[in-house]
């Protein structure tokens, strides 16, 4: 079993900056990426962020040059810096994980069970 704990998440007003940060736990072999979605209410899970191992990025358009995603490959753990924010950055942050459980096994993926951030105009 794998677990994703996300921590962070908060109420801030425009412009200001909060700090995401995931740890993954468990069963874990080797994970090959790891990254943020977020959901706002009536909308669908969209990409924030992505870190592979290697180190390559992808952000969502919405997000470039306001948020910085990395990794700590020796804690399991990812983070998101979200700098100027807006109020259309609201919404429920999960993090999520490709793992692999052992050495002989398949890349599954793993989700966090989500954090409220919540921007004020």
């Known amino acids: 079993q794998v677990q994703l704990v996300e921590s962070g998440g908060g109420l801030v007003q425009a412009g200001e900056s909060l700090r995401l940060s995931c740890a993954a736990s468990?069963?874990?072999?080797?994970?090959?990426?790891m990254g943020w979605y977020r959901q706002a209410p009536g909308k669908q899970r969209e990409l924030v962020a992505l870190i592979r191992t290697g180190g390559s990025i992808n952000y969502a358009d919405s997000v470039k040059g306001r948020f910085t995603i990395s990794r700590d490959n020796a804690k399991n753990s990812v983070y998101l810096q979200m700098n100027s924010l807006k109020p259309e950055d609201t919404a429920v942050y999960y993090c999520a994980a490709n793992i692999k459980n052992d050495r002989y096994g398949q890349f599954d993926d793993y989700w966090g069970q989500g954090t409220q951030v919540t921007v004020s105009s």
């Open positions: 468990g069963s874990i072999f080797s994970i090959y990426a």
